[in-house]
Each structure stands twice: as structure tokens, then as C-alpha cells.
């Protein structure tokens, strides 16, 4: 087991008040699997992911990232768009985490030039984020994941500002850097397209507390594209079962 | 001429001409506020409509400045009062930013800081003059102990709403990609506060003129202050408004340095 939680929860407290985002969570994510959450707004699943980033601190419970021994950071997280540092160029943003590890130099060259190449960034190495547009700078964001060469990734809603066009191709081009690595994904996402193309395995959360109450296995072979998952019968299936789970949550919670 | 009109091409291009027109009069507007109030100046005070004794017109006032120039005792006071300026403005920013920086970044130092700043920042440093002079001396240090007060209260302050204000996501970043207490510093806190902290030095900038010209009032015997102040009570009031304008020279000189400086430093932006 690459990820593991064991009854994991976190309550926020202010001013005698206190919500509990998350509620017991077990959860076992296997080495080199791509698992998808999806759930309503503040369901918690941006909680567990800062959890499992380093930072949040669980109230309760347990995690552990399963080290493979080599000199590796535990995770890196993939950040919404904003996540992307103005004052660092393309390139230094790319190796923001092997520097801050202090990784030698010529490996921190080597491996910024072969992710900036693979997410076609290397002619604007040498802008800064303002310069481009927001496909580009997610494409930094994971680059600066990949490139910190982790044991698992986290990565939280990192498509949901784009249009859609530029969401397809983020979408095949992190399938394509991940099929390479075949690192450990856990991916939090609104859209529910974006998961059934993405994982192998969907979990549902509801809210309020935030529980994971259903999962999906997607079996779907291997490369997908977004053509084959909305022509298959299985996965418009699942499409409705995940629609209605989320019309129910979001229904519950409003009454 | 009809055929013309219809070509979109020279439609849009006619109106290009038309903005760039319009660019060039506001450049224009810019010269000639300026012009404009020197020559109703030289006006007034020609016909006798103001008191040429007491403002002089401005023709005067430039040769005043060119036969002080003339002497090199002009020079004297700019440079004295130049190097007054820079090494108080040095000491006054440099701690600001290291001591504004620390207060930024961690909550504890800034709780205690705080205070002692917010208390300290209303008393203008003019008015420590005194007390300044009795621990410093009338030599040079207590000058540029005096700008150093004055500058740095607009820079510390500055320094701790940058880096306050960096948007928090950045730091989750360096968090998550577990950078040092040194990286913080360097990598995120100084780069993410320079905006603001920079807006601090050009108003402490400003500041370090006003002060230097009223503390050479008080205690030098050099100075652009002392050129004006002397030259005051012994009414020759060219000489007063040459120094007047260098001030004003000075100040406006300086901000053009330091905004060139700030493209130059924040390339990003």
C-alpha cells in the first residue's frame, strides 16, 4: 500500500463553533494507481489533500506515505493556478523543489530541461508567469511535481480555471508524463468527465462530514482517450451513478 | 476620398494617427504645466505685480545659480548634503527591510515590534533633533542619524504589509516543496514583499529630503539646508530660491532613479 489512512479526521474550531471536514477516513491508495475524489463544494477533499501535503494537521487518525528508500521527497503537490510563483521564471519555477532540496546542480538541470521539454515549455523557459497563459502555467505546475520526482502526487482540481479545449489537452498530456512514471496519483476534480478519463479508481465523497461512502473501479484500458469514455456504454453508467451521487449530496445539504 | 473610407484598413490607421496625436498632446500637457508657471512668474514679478524682492524671476534665479556654481561653492553644499542623504537613507533602509522582514515573516517578533514602532512612528524625528545632537554630537553622524530615523519607519512598515500580504498559496508552495527557513527568506518573503516594501523606500526617499533640509537648518555650517536658512536671513533671497530648486531637482531626480530601479528589480511584474 503506497498511501495509507486510518480513521482519519479534522475538525475546524473557531469561536465555539466547530465543523468537522473530514470523518474517519480509511483509505488504502495501492503504488502506482491514479485515484480520483470527487464531492460537492466543502466536502472536505481539498482538507484531506493538504493533509496528506503537509499543511494541515489531521485531528485525529493516521496516514503514511510508504518511502521506496530512495532519497525522494514524500509527496509534491500539483496547486490550483494561482499555484505558480510570479517572481520565479518558467524555469526556476520547474526546479523550485529540486533547489529547495538542494538537489546537485547538473541533476537539477538535467531533469528541469526533460520535464520543461516534455510539457513543450522549453522555448519560454526564460518567461515569467505573467507572460503566459493559463494552460501554460499549469503545465509549470506539473513539471515542478514531476520534475521534484516524488513517492506520490497530489493534485488539486489543477484543470478547473481552463477552458475546455485546453483542459482535453492537459488532461492527455498528464496521462501521457504519468504513463511514463506511473507515479501515485491522487487527483481531486469537479468534473466528473475528467475522472472517468483519468483514474482507476473513483471515490465519492459526501459532505458535511466528509466521508468516502462509494467507490468505482474504472477497468477501461489503457491509453484513453475523452472519445472512448463518452461512446462507452460501462462508463456513461458510471457518469450517471456519480451524477446522481452528487445531485443527492448536493440536495442533502441544503436541506 | 470615397473609396478611401471604405477601405478598413486606412479607416483604422486614420484613427491610429488620431491616438498617437492625442499621445503626443498629453506629453505636451505634461512640459507645459511646468513652462507655464515660470514664465507667469517671470511675469509677475518683472511688472511689479509681486515683490521681485521677494520673488525673484526666475532669469535671476538662474544666474545666481550660475555664478554660485561659478565659485564651486555650490558644489561644496550638494555634495555635503548628497553624501548626508545617502548614508542616511543606507542606514535608515537597511535595517528597515532585515527587521521588517522578520516581523513579516514570523508572528511572534512582529507581535513584539509592533508596538514599539507604532509608538515611536508619529514622533517626528526632527523633533528628537536635540537629543539626537546631545548623544551624537553637531558633527556629521547625528545628519545621518536624523534621515535614518526618518527613513526608516515608511520602509519597516511597508516591508511588514508585503510581506503579510504575499498571497498565502505561495507559501503552501514552498511549504510543500520544503523549503528552509533561509529559502523562505530569500526565495519567497524578500522577492513577494519587494513591491510594496519598494513603494516604502520612495516615500522614505521623499522624507529623507525634508529631513535633511530642516536638520542642516538646525545644526551645520554646510549644506543645501544652510545655504537656504543663511541665505534667508541674510535676505538674499536668489540665493535661497537656488537652493530651493535644487531640493526639488534632487527629489524629483531621485524618484526617477528609483522607479527606474524598480522595473529593473521586479521584472516579473
Redo the contacts between chains.
Keep these: 500500500m503506497k498511501i495509507s489512512m486510518d480513521a482519519l479526521t479534522k475538525v475546524f474550531y473557531k469561536k465555539g463553533q466547530s465543523v468537522t471536514a473530514l470523518e474517519g477516513i480509511n483509505l488504502g491508495i495501492e503504488d502506482g494507481e491514479f485515484v480520483c475524489l470527487i464531492g460537492p463544494s466543502g466536502c472536505g477533499k481539498t482538507t484531506l489533500l493538504r493533509i496528506l501535503a503537509g499543511l494541515e494537521k489531521p485531528s485525529t487518525g493516521e496516514f503514511a506515505i510508504a518511502s521506496s528508500g530512495q532519497d525522494r521527497p514524500l509527496q509534491s503537490m500539483v496547486f490550483q493556478e494561482r499555484g505558480v510563483i510570479p517572481w520565479l521564471t518558467v524555469k526556476e519555477n520547474v526546479s523550485f523543489g529540486l533547489k529547495m532540496r538542494h538537489v546537485p546542480k547538473a541533476i537539477v538541470k538535467e531533469r528541469t530541461a526533460y520535464y520543461l521539454e516534455k510539457v513543450g515549455l522549453d522555448k519560454f523557459a526564460h518567461l515569467y508567469p505573467k507572460e503566459l497563459s493559463g494552460g501554460m502555467k499549469q503545465r509549470v505546475s506539473i513539471a515542478r511535481a514531476f520534475a521534484n520526482d516524488p513517492e506520490i502526487l497530489l493534485m488539486d482540481e489543477p484543470f478547473a480555471a481552463l477552458d475546455e479545449q485546453n483542459k482535453f489537452i492537459l488532461q492527455e498530456e498528464l496521462l501521457s508524463i504519468w504513463s511514463e512514471t506511473k507515479k501515485t496519483v491522487l487527483f481531486i476534480t469537479h468534473s466528473i468527465d475528467e475522472a472517468l478519463l483519468l483514474s482507476d479508481r473513483i471515490l465519492l465523497m459526501t459532505s458535511q462530514p466528509g466521508r468516502i461512502n462509494e467507490e468505482i473501479r474504472i477497468d477501461m484500458p489503457r491509453p484513453r482517450t475523452m472519445e472512448d469514455v463518452r461512446s462507452d456504454a460501462t462508463m456513461t453508467d458510471h457518469f450517471v451513478r456519480i451524477r446522481n451521487h452528487l445531485d443527492r449530496e448536493v440536495q442533502g445539504s441544503r436541506t | 476620398m470615397k473609396e478611401l473610407k471604405h477601405d478598413p484598413h486606412a479607416v483604422e490607421q486614420e484613427e491610429w494617427k488620431k491616438r498617437q496625436w492625442k499621445e503626443r498632446g498629453k506629453q505636451l500637457l505634461t512640459i507645459a504645466s511646468p513652462v507655464f508657471i515660470l514664465l507667469l512668474w517671470e511675469v509677475v514679478s518683472r511688472t511689479g505685480i509681486v515683490d521681485a524682492r521677494f520673488f525673484p524671476p526666475p532669469t535671476e534665479i538662474v544666474g545666481t545659480f550660475v555664478s554660485m556654481s561659478a565659485s564651486g561653492e555650490l558644489f561644496h553644499h550638494i555634495g555635503i548634503s548628497l553624501v548626508r542623504i545617502f548614508a542616511g537613507f543606507l542606514l535608515g533602509v537597511i535595517p528597515a527591510i532585515v527587521i521588517g522582514l522578520f516581523m513579516g515573516l514570523y508572528s511572534p517578533i512582529r507581535h513584539f515590534f509592533s508596538p514599539l514602532i507604532m509608538a515611536l512612528m508619529p514622533i517626528p524625528t526632527l523633533a528628537l533633533l536635540p537629543i539626537i545632537l546631545i548623544i551624537f554630537g553637531v558633527g556629521e553622524v547625528s545628519k545621518i542619524v536624523t534621515i535614518a530615523g526618518s527613513v526608516f519607519f515608511p520602509v519597516v512598515i511597508n516591508t511588514v504589509a508585503g510581506v503579510v500580504n504575499i498571497?498565502r498559496?505561495?507559501l503552501?508552495?514552498?511549504?510543500?516543496?520544503?523549503?528552509?527557513s533561509k529559502?523562505f527568506f530569500f526565495?519567497?518573503a524578500l522577492?513577494?514583499a519587494?513591491p510594496v516594501m519598494l513603494e516604502g523606500i520612495q516615500m522614505g526617499q521623499a522624507i529623507a529630503l525634508l529631513t535633511i533640509v530642516a536638520a542642516e537648518m538646525m545644526g551645520a555650517n554646510s549644506g543645501i539646508g544652510y545655504l537656504i536658512w543663511t541665505s534667508y536671513k541674510a535676505f538674499l533671497l536668489p540665493e535661497m530660491f537656488v537652493g530651493l530648486v535644487l531640493i526639488s531637482f534632487f527629489g524629483y531626480l531621485f524618484s526617477l532613479l528609483l522607479r527606474g530601479l524598480q522595473s529593473k528589480l521586479?521584472?516579473?511584474?
Design positions: 498571497d498559496i505561495y503552501d508552495v514552498a511549504t510543500n516543496y520544503g523549503a528552509d529559502n526565495k519567497i522577492p513577494g519587494l521586479l521584472p516579473w511584474r
